[in-house]
């Protein structure tokens, strides 16, 4: 793969909060956003929970982001 030469934006990490990151801003922002990864995507500790995606947390704003994911991963293919 060919790295471009220039991003308005280069996120570094291709963890869960790397890639959601990346997603947010390319798709906020209209902006070129570029992902660095070392390995594999989501090959550090984001594997660990893959499908875990409970939605109930102590904090009432937790809850609230756990439920914006959920809800985002269901449209994500469209």
Not at 11 to 17: A, N, P, Q, R
Not at 46 to 51: D, E, K, N, P
Request: proline content about 1%; glycine content about 12%.
């Amino acid at each position: 793969m060919t790295l471009p030469d220039q991003a308005a934006i280069v996120v570094i990490g291709g963890g869960i909060i790397g890639c959601s990151t990346a997603y947010h801003l390319a798709r906020d922002h209209k902006a070129d956003v570029v992902l660095l990864e070392q390995g594999k995507l989501t090959s550090g500790s984001t594997w660990h929970a893959a499908g875990l995606v409970g939605q109930l947390r102590s904090s009432a704003s937790i809850t609230r982001v756990l439920k914006y994911s959920v809800d985002l991963y269901k449209g994500l293919e469209a």
